[in-house]
Nanobody
Protein backbone atom coordinates (compact mmCIF):
# COMPACT_ATOMS: atom_id res chain seq x y z
CA UNK A 1 0.00 0.00 0.00
CA UNK A 2 2.84 2.38 0.84
CA UNK A 3 6.36 2.50 -0.49
CA UNK A 4 9.34 4.49 0.76
CA UNK A 5 12.11 4.77 -1.81
CA UNK A 6 15.49 6.10 -0.73
CA UNK A 7 18.25 7.47 -2.91
CA UNK A 8 21.52 9.36 -2.62
CA UNK A 9 23.78 7.06 -0.63
CA UNK A 10 27.33 6.32 -1.67
CA UNK A 11 30.97 6.71 -0.78
CA UNK A 12 32.67 9.97 0.12
CA UNK A 13 35.91 11.14 1.69
CA UNK A 14 35.97 12.65 5.19
CA UNK A 15 34.81 16.23 5.08
CA UNK A 16 32.63 15.59 2.07
CA UNK A 17 28.88 15.89 1.61
CA UNK A 18 26.00 13.67 0.57
CA UNK A 19 22.28 14.25 0.19
CA UNK A 20 19.78 11.51 0.96
CA UNK A 21 16.21 11.59 -0.32
CA UNK A 22 13.20 9.47 0.61
CA UNK A 23 9.99 9.61 -1.40
CA UNK A 24 6.78 8.05 -0.12
CA UNK A 25 4.02 6.88 -2.43
CA UNK A 26 0.80 4.90 -2.23
CA UNK A 27 -2.42 5.12 -0.27
CA UNK A 28 -1.32 8.18 1.73
CA UNK A 29 -3.59 10.74 3.35
CA UNK A 30 -0.86 12.53 5.29
CA UNK A 31 2.54 12.01 6.85
CA UNK A 32 3.27 13.20 10.36
CA UNK A 33 6.84 12.72 11.51
CA UNK A 34 9.47 11.97 8.87
CA UNK A 35 12.82 10.71 10.05
CA UNK A 36 16.21 9.26 9.19
CA UNK A 37 17.75 6.48 11.27
CA UNK A 38 21.12 4.88 10.81
CA UNK A 39 22.73 1.60 11.76
CA UNK A 40 26.46 1.08 11.79
CA UNK A 41 27.97 -2.43 11.73
CA UNK A 42 27.64 -4.07 15.12
CA UNK A 43 25.59 -1.21 16.56
CA UNK A 44 21.94 -0.56 17.26
CA UNK A 45 19.85 1.50 14.91
CA UNK A 46 19.68 5.11 16.10
CA UNK A 47 17.82 8.27 15.20
CA UNK A 48 19.88 10.69 13.13
CA UNK A 49 17.21 13.34 12.59
CA UNK A 50 13.48 13.80 12.28
CA UNK A 51 11.02 16.53 11.34
CA UNK A 52 7.38 17.01 12.26
CA UNK A 53 4.54 18.31 10.13
CA UNK A 54 5.08 21.80 11.53
CA UNK A 55 8.77 21.69 10.70
CA UNK A 56 10.15 21.11 14.19
CA UNK A 57 13.39 19.17 13.96
CA UNK A 58 15.36 16.84 16.23
CA UNK A 59 18.99 15.88 15.69
CA UNK A 60 21.26 13.37 17.36
CA UNK A 61 24.07 15.15 19.19
CA UNK A 62 26.58 13.44 16.92
CA UNK A 63 25.14 15.05 13.76
CA UNK A 64 23.83 18.40 15.04
CA UNK A 65 25.38 21.27 13.14
CA UNK A 66 26.45 19.04 10.24
CA UNK A 67 23.20 17.45 9.05
CA UNK A 68 20.04 19.26 7.97
CA UNK A 69 16.66 17.58 7.53
CA UNK A 70 13.89 19.10 5.43
CA UNK A 71 10.63 18.00 3.91
CA UNK A 72 8.45 18.70 0.88
CA UNK A 73 4.89 17.86 1.90
CA UNK A 74 3.53 18.24 -1.62
CA UNK A 75 5.92 15.54 -2.83
CA UNK A 76 5.85 13.40 0.35
CA UNK A 77 9.63 13.66 0.36
CA UNK A 78 12.20 14.11 3.11
CA UNK A 79 15.78 15.21 2.48
CA UNK A 80 18.84 14.73 4.68
CA UNK A 81 21.73 17.02 3.74
CA UNK A 82 24.91 15.68 5.30
CA UNK A 83 27.99 17.90 5.43
CA UNK A 84 31.41 17.56 7.03
CA UNK A 85 31.03 13.81 7.00
CA UNK A 86 33.18 11.73 9.31
CA UNK A 87 34.16 8.04 9.17
CA UNK A 88 31.87 7.42 12.15
CA UNK A 89 28.92 8.48 9.99
CA UNK A 90 29.39 5.29 8.00
CA UNK A 91 26.16 3.31 8.28
CA UNK A 92 23.06 2.14 6.50
CA UNK A 93 20.56 5.01 6.58
CA UNK A 94 16.84 4.27 6.74
CA UNK A 95 13.95 6.66 6.35
CA UNK A 96 11.04 6.16 8.72
CA UNK A 97 7.61 7.78 8.52
CA UNK A 98 4.38 7.78 10.47
CA UNK A 99 1.75 7.72 7.72
CA UNK A 100 -2.00 8.16 7.95
CA UNK A 101 -3.69 6.10 5.27
CA UNK A 102 -6.86 7.14 3.48
CA UNK A 103 -8.94 4.93 5.79
CA UNK A 104 -7.63 6.92 8.77
CA UNK A 105 -5.29 4.32 10.25
CA UNK A 106 -1.72 5.27 11.11
CA UNK A 107 1.24 3.00 10.48
CA UNK A 108 4.98 3.27 10.82
CA UNK A 109 6.94 2.52 7.65
CA UNK A 110 10.62 1.95 6.94
CA UNK A 111 12.59 2.43 3.75
CA UNK A 112 14.88 -0.29 2.41
CA UNK A 113 18.05 1.45 3.55
CA UNK A 114 20.89 3.14 1.68
CA UNK A 115 24.58 2.70 2.43
CA UNK A 116 26.72 5.71 3.33
CA UNK A 117 30.46 5.09 3.54
CA UNK A 118 32.92 7.76 4.66
CA UNK A 119 36.51 6.74 4.10
CA UNK A 120 39.77 8.08 2.79
Amino acid sequence: QVQLVESGGGSVQPGGSLTLSCAASGNILSITTMGWYRQAPGKQRELAADITTSGATTYADSVAGRFTISRDNAKNTVILQMNSLKPEDTAVYYCNHYIRLRDGTVYNYWGQGTQVTVSS
